[in-house]
């Protein structure tokens, strides 16, 4: 007897079984560990994958190629698509949405309205909230906190203890170097350049009158610090 099962994803009713290990319902195209929990209202479609002890619960779903593995979990009305992976102890929930090629990974939280898509990354403690957006092949990681309606996009990093509550202020330098300037839990100011924090005092060491490129940078910085006291007065 052929048991089919309709996911709601415009392909009509499509071979599927109740997983042994919570009872939700998985397309037969998806591959789910007897580790693995899908709890009873939590879908598993596609050629999806969900593997190790991830668990898949709640009203969740797991779609497309997306994969699911180690510890990781996918629960409330969230949704992991594409060709997206949600890795390790990482915790996607609320009503999340994770796709593309996008990754979240380790210890990372991703949760409320938040969309994460496209190449972007969000590992380690990393949290992302509220309504937040992050996109491109934008990282966020360590202890870095995006939430508000804020939006890290294109090649940005936002790491450290970066507390990101609105759409970061960026400017890119000539060269394609990109300056982003973003509150901090100390409840100073940082700026990421590359792979590295600076105060303003540090920065204008680091870009001082023997770097090459001093000019273009000093006014950067003058730029970066005057219109993120605009954005805060806003």
Request: glycine residues 12%.
């Amino acid at each position: 007897m052929n048991i089919t099962y309709d996911f709601n994803d415009g392909n009509g009713p499509v071979p599927a079984h109740q997983h042994p290990n919570g009872g939700g319902w998985v397309a037969d195209t998806s591959t789910v560990a007897v580790s693995a929990f899908v709890g009873p209202d939590a879908r598993v479609a596609g050629k999806a994958r969900v593997s190790g002890k991830a668990q898949v619960y709640g009203n969740a779903k797991v779609s497309g190629n997306a994969v699911v593995s180690g510890k990781a979990r996918v629960a409330g009305n969230a949704r992991v698509s594409n060709d997206a992976r949600v890795l390790g102890k990482a915790l996607v929930y609320g009503n999340a949405l994770v796709a593309g090629k996008a990754g979240v990974y380790g210890n990372a939280q991703v949760f409320d309205n938040t969309q994460v898509f496209d190449y972007a990354v969000v590992t380690g403690n990393a949290q992302v909230y509220g309504n937040a957006r992050v996109c491109g092949n934008a990282e966020v990681y360590g202890t870095a906190e995006v939430s508000g309606n804020a939006e890290v996009y294109g090649n940005a990093e936002v790491y450290g203890n970066a507390e990101v509550t609105k759409t970061p202020v960026r400017i890119s330098r000539s060269d394609g170097y990109d300056f982003i300037i973003v509150p901090c839990s100390d409840g100073k100011e940082c700026i990421i350049a590359g792979c590295r924090y600076f105060t303003y005092e540090e920065a204008d060491e680091h870009w001082n009158k023997e770097h090459p490129m001093y000019a273009e940078t000093s006014i950067i910085l003058e730029a970066l610090k005057n219109l993120y006291e605009l954005q805060k007065s806003l």
